[in-house]
Every structure is written in C-alpha cells, then in structure tokens.
C-alpha cells in the first residue's frame, strides 16, 4: 500500500506533535435509552466493531435520533488534543497518521488543517477511513463504537526521525493494537528528545491488556500519563488498594507526571513529592463528555509548555475540559473557548493570546 504524505512548506516543528495512527471521523448523535439497550456492551465505554455493526447503527440512528442532528467530525482522543492546543492556546501542534482515500478522510484532513493543525506527517492511504459512533444519552454520558478494522493506518516502518525532530512534546493514546507503532514513536521520540505524554484510553483497554501497558509504564519511556477514575480502577484491579490515589502512586513511580481525573469531582495529579486535588471547573451540567479528557490533557499541556506549577496546570486542565462538555462533541465551539478564557480570567490563570476565536 503506498502511502503518500501531504506537502510540508518548509513549516517551523510544531512544539507538540501527536500520535493517531489511522484517522478517524466522528459521527456525534444525542440518543434515548432504547437505542443503546439494542447495542452489545457497557453503556458508557467503547467498544470496536465491525463495519456492518458501524453501518447498523448508523441507519438506527435515523429512527433514533432526538431534535438535534447528527454531527461529523475529526476525532480521536489524539486529535482532539492537539486540535484543542492549536485553536484553544495557539500552541503549534502536528498529527502523524494515515487516511484513506474517501469522504471521510478528506473531512478528517480539512478539518484538522483548519483548526491550524500542521497536516504534514498525515499519509494518504488507498482504502477507507475510521468511523466511530458518539451516542449521547440525556445524562451527557456517551457510548463510543469505533470501527477501525478496514481502516488505513500508519505502520511502524513508515515514521522517520525526521518526523519529530524539533518538537517538544509527543501525545499518544495507549492502543494494543497499535502497540508497535507507539513504541517506534516512542523510540523516536526519546532520541530526538522530546517528552512523551500518554492516555489511557478507556477502562476496557486496560482491563483486557493490562499486562501490556503496565510494560509500557514500566520502561520510564513515559513521562506524563493521564488515567480517569475507571481507567485507575482497572490499572489497579484484584490489589489491596486500588482507589483513585493509589493508581495516582502507582503512575509517578513510572512518569515525571500522573493525572487522575475524577469527572465532576475534579482531579489529582502528583510530580516528583507534591500532589494537589483541584476542583473541576464550571457548574454546567455536561451536555456531552466526549473528549473531557482529551481537552483536559490540551489544558495541561499547555500549563506544562508555559511552565506553570503542578495546581495551575491542573486548573488550566480543568478549564479546558470543562469547555468541550457544553456542547455536543470533541470539538470546542467558538462560544466556548470564549468561556474557558473567561473562567482563566476569574481565576488569575494565564489567558492565550488567541485572535479570531
């Protein structure tokens, strides 16, 4: 399969580069209880399937649906994060993967381009590209069912140093079936020197490969690690203690930096001997929680960048993912980010330099 990468204009390295070996496309719908009774496994969680369950749901959605459409967009907890770096804190950011030849991979490279994300270590694959299924019940809680089985994506063999040189920071979200190609990352990563941040994905990932990712953490490869209260939970299932604060010890044995976010109840995070617990931010009830992790991460990471201390990072954090709650989807709206600079503004946070939002 010949991958064909998109023209790069002599661009500055992005200070973050992030990692999502096939693009994705989101497909966002608010839904009532009876659809998600008729799809197989946890409510809440995310779960792959194959192509006709993908194209099962999508034709229930059309008998399903509640007053608002559906909507599609790019997504992927990675490209949420950079995406949300980009318009959110003006931080250059990058995304290395594959996309297939179709609709969707064109909405996926139009989408990130335009949000200011440096296209450029995107290949072009002939084939289709990843669709995932966003089901938001009247709580905000959604059901992910990914489908990336056909899906093109990056291989290990096809990223090169050249891919990360100049950067700081390389974001990934732990996948067993991308295992090889995030330790070649990482690899790289390491000799270019940059900093490698990882997402624990979701509590099914960790439960049915636990093993493998305790390895990863264990390298000291990873340098910051955000997990939520369910993915803690599952890192440290069947131990004597296995609550949010022991799965927060047991990461910064491993990471410079450990995050555990606890939803409405905020979150923890510990470097090097300080731990703090912040608040979460905003009182709105979630309308949607896709990609309040993802865009925590944006919040935190640019704290990290502009060297903020442990509390403000994890307050920049808070901020961020509290944005992207308010509406339906991964992608912050404009009204939004005009929000979260208003909620920095209260709290005597530093504000981006950001036009046009």
Aim: charge should be negative.
């Amino acid at each position: 399969m010949v991958a064909e990468a998109l023209p790069n204009s002599h661009e500055a390295p992005p200070v973050v580069l992030g990692l999502q070996p096939a693009a994705l496309i989101d497909n966002v719908a608010p839904v009532d209880w009876s659809l998600l009774d008729q799809i197989p496994g946890d409510r809440g969680g995310s779960i792959p399937v194959q192509k006709d369950e993908l194209e099962h749901i999508l034709k229930e959605l059309g008998t399903h649906v509640t007053a608002a459409p559906l909507k599609k967009m790019a997504g992927g907890s990675v490209a949420n994060t950079v995406r949300g770096l980009s318009v959110g804190f003006g931080v250059a950011t990058g995304i290395i993967g594959a996309y297939g030849d179709d609709e969707q991979g064109q909405l996926f490279v139009s989408n990130m381009g335009f949000s200011g994300v440096s296209i450029s270590r995107l290949r072009k694959k002939k084939g289709s590209t990843g669709q995932c299924v966003c089901l938001v019940d009247d709580s905000g809680n959604r059901t992910m069912r990914p489908c990336l089985s056909s899906a093109v994506k990056i291989q290990a063999d096809e990223l090169s140093k050249d891919d990360f040189t100049g950067s700081k920071w390389l974001v990934l979200r732990y996948a067993v079936l991308n295992l090889e190609v995030i330790k070649a990352a990482i690899g790289f990563a390491k000799q270019e020197g940059l900093s490698v941040s990882l997402d624990l994905a979701s509590f099914e990932m960790v439960r049915n490969y636990r093993s493998e990712l305790r390895q990863l953490l264990e390298s000291g490869n990873i340098d910051l690690c955000f997990a939520n209260e369910d993915e803690a939970a599952e890192l440290l299932r069947g131990e004597e203690e296995a609550g949010p604060e022991a799965a927060l010890e047991f990461l910064s044995r491993h990471c410079s930096w450990a995050v555990v976010t606890l939803g409405s109840k905020g979150c923890i995070a510990k470097h090097d001997k300080e731990v703090v617990q912040v608040p979460a931010i905003g009182e709105t009830i979630a309308t949607d929680a896709t990609g309040a992790g993802d865009l925590f991460a944006s919040g935190f990471l640019y704290g990290l960048i502009k060297g903020l201390p442990l509390e403000e990072c994890c307050k920049m954090g808070s901020c961020s993912g509290g944005s992207v709650i308010r509406a339906l989807g991964g992608e912050v709206t404009p009204e939004n980010w005009q929000w979260m600079h208003k909620q920095l503004q209260l709290k005597n946070l530093p504000v981006p330099d950001i036009r046009n939002l």
